[in-house]
């Protein structure tokens, strides 16, 4: 019998598209793993590898500070910036640690999810606005939820990008968003 070439090595291989015509590979490992799952596995090569796409963050030493309710999404934005060699000064998984960890360690750019328990990311960025308002803010949302992501821009939001996406999308907004404080 021939060997599934999925299972080529006894280890999965990244599937050459993902699951759906229109999904991403972020949405495929969210969708296939689930996230408590996901919490106790090695994060993928293929996603560390993306992060490679961008070698301006080597000289940048940028401090990044993460904001979801979702411990995977966290744990996969957190493997994309710092295989770009960004540094992940704090996570937060509410607008209230979110603001608490904005005060602390005063990031250099913060990615935060609109959609939280508690207080959500449109209270957190007027809250992050109000201690700086120079803050670097880039809105992580999903699709279904652009009236949200053009109240965040609005308020004072730097940049945005849609869930699900593909790393280097992520980077890249943060590229322009940090670069934009180096002009």
């Given at each position: 019998m021939a060997e599934d070439p999925a299972r080529a090595g006894g280890r999965r291989r990244r599937p050459e598209r993902s699951c759906g015509e229109s999904g991403s590979l972020v949405a495929a490992y969210y969708i296939c793993?689930?996230?408590?799952?996901?919490?106790?596995?090695?994060?993928?090569?293929?996603?560390?590898?993306?992060?490679?796409?961008?070698?301006?963050?080597?000289?940048?030493?940028?401090?990044?500070?993460?904001?979801?309710?979702?411990?995977?999404?966290?744990r996969m934005i957190a493997d994309c910036l710092t295989g770009a060699g960004l540094e992940v000064v704090a996570e937060a998984s509410s607008g209230e640690e979110a603001v608490a960890s904005f005060r602390e360690h005063r990031p250099d750019a913060v990615t935060l999810d609109i959609v939280m328990p508690g207080m959500g990311g449109l209270s957190a960025l007027e809250q992050i606005l109000s201690i700086d308002r120079q803050a670097k803010v880039v809105v992580v949302s999903a699709l279904n939820q652009t009236r949200l992501i053009t109240e965040a821009i609005r308020k004072g939001a730097s940049e945005f990008i849609v869930k699900p996406f593909m790393p280097d999308q992520l980077l890249e907004t943060l590229g322009v968003c940090l670069a934009a404080d180096a002009n």
């Open positions: 793993l689930g996230e408590l799952a996901a919490a106790d596995l090695p994060r993928p090569a293929w996603w560390l590898g993306a992060a490679q796409g961008l070698k301006d963050f080597a000289t940048m030493s940028k401090r990044i500070l993460i904001v979801d309710d979702s411990l995977l999404m966290r």
